[in-house]
């Protein structure tokens, strides 16, 4: 079974405003994660609802928050709310590769079910959808409301985050799961996995 993890964090030395949570409803819950994070577990939570956000915005005017997700198999991102608006966001979609090539599976080899080709095949179709300068692009967009200066407010090295959302950063990691396990790292939140709404973090 794949992570799947969702949650808004502040620095938990935040939480001694008893005005911060004010806003939340009764369903809404905030659980601490460790010495530094706390995280806001919500119903709503991939911010389907544009009320949810709305209501993060609210909040980010009195502590600055962290939404953050990662479902293992599919994708993760996040968005930074400070003071009423959403200062740097990230959305990577792991389906992206996969769609480019059954797109060119199909082209090549019409009838036939793309992850059911020979290995070899296959390989060498990821490999050139790897190539392809439109999935090249739209693989960099995702990356554009990436602002490494945004995480200053969370008291945040992001000189190392320039580095790990650098394109030759990028283009060089081993797993496409890297990525997101460095950027827990650096955020000081390594314990943010399998943590969501419907988890019962008490036991952790």
């Known amino acids: 079974m794949s992570e799947f993890t969702a949650g808004t964090l502040f620095r938990t030395s935040d939480?001694?405003?008893?005005t911060f949570g004010a806003t939340l409803t009764d369903?809404?819950?905030?659980?601490?994660?460790?010495?530094?994070?706390?995280?806001?577990?919500?119903?709503?939570?991939?911010?389907?609802?544009?009320?949810?956000?709305?209501?993060?915005?609210?909040?980010?005017?009195?502590?600055?928050?962290?939404y953050f997700y990662n479902a293992e198999d599919h994708g993760w991102g996040f968005k930074v709310f400070d003071d009423?608006?959403?200062?740097?966001?990230?959305?990577?979609?792991?389906?992206?590769?996969?769609?480019?090539?059954c797109k060119l599976a199909e082209e090549r080899y019409p009838g036939e079910i793309p992850h059911?080709?020979?290995?070899?095949?296959?390989?060498?179709?990821?490999e050139e959808v790897k190539r392809l300068p439109e999935f090249l692009k739209e693989t960099e967009?995702?990356?554009?409301?990436?602002?490494?200066?945004?995480f200053q407010r969370f008291e945040i090295d992001i000189e190392e985050l320039r580095d790990l959302f650098s394109e030759e950063y990028r283009h060089h990691l081993e797993f496409i799961?890297?990525?997101?396990?460095?950027f827990k790292t650096i955020m000081g939140f390594k314990e943010m996995r399998w943590v969501n709404y419907d988890m019962d973090l008490s036991n952790r």
């Open 15 to 18: 939480f001694a405003d008893e």
């Open 27 to 66: 369903k809404d819950r905030i659980e601490i994660l460790n010495d530094t994070w706390s995280v806001i577990l919500m119903e709503d939570e991939y911010l389907g609802d544009s009320a949810t956000v709305e209501k993060l915005a609210g909040l980010s005017r009195k502590k600055p928050l962290l």
């Open 84 to 101: 009423g608006r959403i200062t740097s966001s990230l959305d990577v979609s792991y389906d992206l590769e996969y769609s480019y090539f």
């Open 116 to 126: 059911a080709l020979p290995k070899e095949l296959t390989d060498e179709m990821f």
């Open 141 to 150: 967009e995702q990356y554009a409301g990436v602002r490494p200066e945004a």
């Open 177 to 182: 799961h890297d990525l997101v396990y460095e």
